[in-house]
Structures are given as C-alpha cells and as structure tokens.
DNA sequence: ACTTGGCACTCAGGACCCAGGAGTGCCAGG
DNA sequence: CCTGGCACTCCTGGGTCCTGAGTGCCAAGT
C-alpha cells in the first residue's frame, strides 16, 4: 500500500521539516530532493500518506508536517542509526576519559550528550540492584548513631545514618563491621535481602537490638529503596525548538526523579536504541517529546539507561548515533 | 531630596509593577493606595524619581517601572523581611523533618525553596573546608587500585579512586587506615594538608609511595578542588516570568556549576540575607535576574549558602522571608 | 512653594483590510 | 499512472486607522 516512492517521499518531508521546522509543500521537496517526477504526482502521494495518518497540514494549503506515526515509520524502516563523524568520537573519548568518580562520570556524561545532540541528555546512575558489594563500613557518630556506608562494585556509594535502639561500644561495631563484611562482601545486591535474613545468628544476643536496626537499615537501603537518580542537563536546549507555551509543562516534568524514572525505565533491551516518540510517552507533559534512549553498563548487562529528550521535530538518526556511541564508552569506562 | 511621599510612591510602584506586570501610571497609583493627592501631584513625584534613575517608562506615555536601581532603593530602605504565615513554617517543618541523609537534605530544600517562592532555587552543598574528618577507610578494588571514602562531621561522604604506583596488600591497606584515622580523626579539613605532609615518615620506607599517592589525592579532594556543588531546582519557574528571548541564557547559566558558585559565594555575613538585583549580578546572562541568597549552617558559622533566583520584577519581601527561614530550619537539622 | 485641574500630545496595541504567494485538490490528457 | 493546468484556500506581512492610557506642562488655587 505505500510503494518505494511514497516512503522515499516521507522519508523527504521528515528530513526537510526537522531542518526548516517548516511545513513543506509538493515544489520544494522535487527541488531539493532529486525526485525525479512533477510536484502533482508528489501532491497524490501525500494526500495517501495524509490519509495513512503519517503527515498532516498545519491548515489548509500549507505543506505537509509529519505526525507522530510519520515518526515512527521514519525511524522503523526509512532511517538508520547515524555514525558519528571521527573528531566526535574522539570527543568522547576525551571527555569521559578524564573522570574521577561514578558521580564523575555522570556528570560529564550528561554534558556530554547534551552538546553532541542540543538536545536535553537524561543519565540514570547504574542500578543498585544489579551489582555487588563490594564493601560496608560502620562509623559511629554519637553512641547512638552510626552512619552506615556501603560501596559497591560499580564505584558507587551509599550512605545512610542508623539510629539504634541502645548504646553501642566500639567493640560492638567492629565486630559488626566484621560480620556484615565477611558474609556481604561480593555479594549480589539483588541476593542481600536473603542473606541478611539469616545474619542475626551471627551475633551475640546483646548487640542483636542494634543489629537488627543496621541490618533493616541495609536492606531497605538496597533493595526497597530503590533510589535510582536521573540527572538532566542541557535543558537550556529546550528553549530552541518551540514549544509555545508547552515548555513549563516539559521543564516541569524534567525536575520529577519519579517521571523520569517512569520515562527511562520502560522496556528495551541492553544495547538497542529506543525511540519514543510524542504521544506514545506515558508521561503526560511530554506529550510532544520525544525520547531516544538505550542502556548501558558493563559487559553485556544493562546496569542503567540514558538518552536524550527533544522536541519530536528531532534529527532521529544522529541522536540515536549519539546516544548509541556515548552508551558504548560509558560502558567502557565502568 | 526624597521625602516621605515620593518613597511611598516608589514603594507603591514596586509593588504594582511586580503583582500585575504591567507599567503603573499615575491615575491607577491613586486609586490603589490611599495617597490622597491628585493624579498630578503624584505625575511630578514620578517625574523626579524617573529623573533619580529609580523608575522608567518602557516608551513615551506608558506607565513607569522600576529599574534595578529602584528595586535597590526599595528593598533597602522601604520594605523589611516579610515572615512566614504560620502555616508555611509547619510545611518547611514537615518537608524537611523526614530527610535521610545529607544529599535528601539538600534536595528537599531545594524542592521547599523553589514551591514557597516559586522562583528558581539554589542549595549550595555544605562546604567542606569548614567540617571536619570523620573517619577515612580505604577499599581495595584492584591491586592497585583504592576506592577512598572520607566522611565528614556534616555527614557528608566523598569519595575517589586512587591509582597505585605499585601493588598493595592487605595488610599494609590495614596500616595505612590506620595512620591515617589515627591521624586525622577530628582534623578541621582546613588543616588537613598541614598534618598529611608529616604523615610519610610513619609509614614504612616500603609502602612510602603508595601512601604518597594516597596522601596527595586527599589534599587533592580536600583542599585544592573544593568541589562545592550546587543544587538547581524549579526552573520550571522561570516560564512564567517573560524573559523574552533571555530565557535561552538563564537557563544556560543554571547549568553551569561555575558561575552558580561565583554568583552565590560572594560577600554576605552569615544570618543576614543579601540581594543582588539585576545588573549588579557581575554573571552575564544572568543580569536581569535578580538573587536573594544568605548563609545556612550550624551554630553560628556558615557552612554554605543557599537562595532564589527570579526576574528583578519579584516579591523581595516574601523572597527574603522564605530564604530566611528555610536557611535556619536547614541549620537546625544538620 | 506645593498642589491641582485642564489640555494637548504621544504612542503601543488592536481591528481591519488588502494583496501576494505558497500550497493544495481536481481534472483531463498523455 | 504521471503530468500540466487551473481554480481555490488561507496564512502572512504590511499598511492604515482609531482608541485609550498615560504623560508633560501650564496657569490658577491654597
């Protein structure tokens, strides 16, 4: 039902109207693009596209805008992924390479995407759940206080104060500090649940009160709490592409750690680019955004996803270069 | 040179121009506050005050606004700190009652400041030259690799990987911790770099080089790179105030950690809450918006600031208000 | 020395109209 | 199935006009 050259001329309309953000009409896409037939024939190829629903006219007799689904064909089978020019990818390379710590990382590579796409870049820290613990350490702050921190093998810390239900000496949290090290220490963080269930055997009757409190304190930190950050940066970006007065609604949404948690977390395997466009979000505010999103992590497991968030009007092909290059070298670096 | 009357109408203007954003002639001033003098009368005041560089009129025959100098004039000398209505301290009670750990703290103020105001909020992160070591411990991650962890006394927790110049064992990562909480326990991290340059001759000759690269990465984090981040939130906010096209800059100048720290760090006496409006902010891009930020910390020294971003046309009394506030409930938690 | 009413003046903003042009749909012929 | 021609639509930009809010100034009043 939609031969060679009705995609070939969607395929036009999209590319035209993300460069112009302009609706284009039947002449110009022959000028541009070396269709090789008149204006008229384009003009009945579009009216079959219009009533496909894939493009639709702002008002009568103007040219032709792509919907949403006019989108998502585009992305489906009328483009690919771009790949990055060179001097970009050695961008990256520099840019990440000069990272610190986890939350490093993080940061630079928000600003990182943000400035390769111009678009607003959206980094999930990598999940608790997936990796293991590497290391957990008692610091008392008052006798009835301590402050619990616990570092995993991703490079990331967490940290929590306990309140205890009595006195604790320091003999006490050493030994505590021994156990929970000796049975927690390269664990799964996904298994910790089960394994603190049987610590308290472990411990002498007296301290068990307070360990109890550590140990809920443990769990509710890895596995119930699952505080799963998103950072955004560029958001700058989003004053370019017009939104009319949907910006507040898109600004708004982006300080929602639980919207953009709803946004990143759906769907998609490890190491494909997902593309989520206008209407299809979930999210109601970014209802004329779109989403270009993958995972990344280490080896082959997904530890977390990032992307970019545009208007829907988006260069699909080259976000999705870009999202897929810097998912690949933060997965490197980790 | 100013009397009594031509402040009112100063005031009176301020207070219009920011609650209707629109110009303030004379005849809407009368009605509005009881001034009871004639239109004409109050025209003659204007004409002074415009003359003194407090007010101008955007184009012949409309009404007057006030510029940054006006604004100055106004918070100084005609308008106090505007307190809380009661049921707003039981919110900020409340919001920030339940807040975990640092980090949550800081969040939640963010959130808190950015709701009350309505405005963009700033948090600065505690500074850490200002608190001191609480513990330090050292995970090994490779063998030549360290994970360093410092806590402080403020309950925050930094952390940098380490890179050995040789291999390191167990046991000498044990001494090491140890010399170095030995050392360093309850230091003011001020005089941190003072105590670790005598730490290498408790070290044995063996593991000198390794400990050097520890030592030099904590006074590294410590003291060279005060990584003092500051927190953004409800940049939501500033759609609803028109910068016209500035909005694009603002929004840029949020982003970059930098210039946030330049725009809150200077001058201001803890407890005191200070304005900087419009073009005295020496920020490009962020000249016509105006800060109201003071210190927040515990006791009587400030750890760190915190404060509200807005369009110079912004309610400077409840601004002050909120900040004041906020900033001493945040004190009093930490 | 201020204050006041009167008056002429200015100018942004909205309503209105008009022409130009880009783009369309349709149709008849190749 | 493609193409040229043609009539139609309607957005856009420019121009004009008008109105209303607001001003500055002046002369008279207190």
Same mark, same amino acid.
């Given at each position: 039902m939609l031969d060679d050259r009705k995609l070939a001329v969607l395929r036009a309309i999209v590319e035209d109207f993300v460069s112009t953000n302009e609706p284009v009409?039947?002449?110009?896409? /022959? *000028? #541009?693009h070396n269709l090789d037939v008149s204006p008229a024939t384009i003009r009945n190829d579009m009216a079959v596209l219009e009533e496909q629903g894939f493009i639709v006219q702002p008002h009568t007799s103007a040219g032709r805008i792509p919907t949403d689904q006019g989108y998502r064909l585009f992305v *489906? &089978?009328?483009?690919? /992924?771009?790949?990055?020019?060179?001097?970009?990818?050695?961008?990256?390379?520099?840019?990440?390479a000069g990272a610190y710590d986890l939350d490093d990382v993080v940061m630079r590579t928000v600003r990182l995407l943000a400035q390769l796409t111009r678009q607003v870049a959206v980094v999930q820290y990598p999940s608790l759940t997936k990796s293991a613990v590497r290391h957990i350490e008692l610091v008392p702050?008052?006798? #009835? &206080?301590?402050?619990? /921190?616990l570092i995993t093998d991703t490079g990331r810390v967490e940290q929590r104060t306990v309140d205890l239900?009595?006195?604790i000496g320091d003999e006490a949290i050493t030994q505590l500090r021994a156990v929970l090290n000796a049975c927690l220490d390269g664990r799964k963080l996904a298994d910790v649940a089960t394994v603190v269930a049987e610590l308290p055997e472990r411990v002498t009757a007296v301290e068990r009160p307070n360990a109890a409190a550590v140990f809920s304190v443990i769990v509710e930190t890895l596995v119930d709490r699952h505080e799963e950050r998103v950072v955004v940066g560029g958001a700058a970006n989003l004053t370019q592409a017009d939104f009319s007065r949907g910006l507040h609604e898109v600004l708004e949404a982006l300080e929602e750690q639980v919207v953009l948690m709803r946004l990143l977390g759906e769907s998609g395997d490890h190491a494909t680019v997902t593309v989520r466009i206008g209407s299809e979000n979930e999210v109601r505010g970014l209802r004329s955004t779109s989403l270009v999103a993958t995972g990344y992590g280490t080896g082959d497991q997904s530890l977390a996803r990032l992307? /970019?968030?545009?208007p829907t009007r988006m260069d699909y092909p080259t976000a999705m270069g870009a999202v897929r290059a810097v998912a690949r070298y933060v997965g490197q670096i980790l």
């Open positions: 009409g039947s002449k110009s896409l /022959v *000028d #541009r *489906d &089978r009328l483009s690919g /992924v771009k790949p990055l020019s060179s001097a970009e990818r050695r961008a990256i390379e520099t840019f990440l702050l008052t006798d #009835r &206080r301590l402050l619990l /921190v239900p009595g006195q992307g /970019v968030l545009g």
